[in-house]
């Protein structure tokens, strides 16, 4: 599953591909509204390879959860 999050002034997101299971979704989105309620100051995410990545709580503008073979497109789509 792709997780993309968007941080507040920042043009870019962060994107990670995490194991796509209910448990792992419902997890992370646990660490989501931990992070974005302030209970955490910083979310914790590690990504397939092994990947850490913080964002600060009071930073995330929001959360995305899709799946990667939706967003893998070829050609010249127009």
Known sequence: MDI??????SPR??????????????????AV???ISGATDV???TDKKGREVAVPGAKIAYVE?????????MGFGG
């Open 33 to 35: 509204d931990a992070a």
């Open 13 to 30: 997101e962060i994107t990670l591909e995490v194991e796509d299971d209910a448990a792992a979704r419902k997890k992370i989105k646990t």
């Open 43 to 45: 979310l914790w995410l």
């Open 4 to 9: 993309r999050i968007g941080v507040t002034q």
């Open 65 to 73: 959860f899709g799946s990667p073979e939706s967003d893998k497109r």
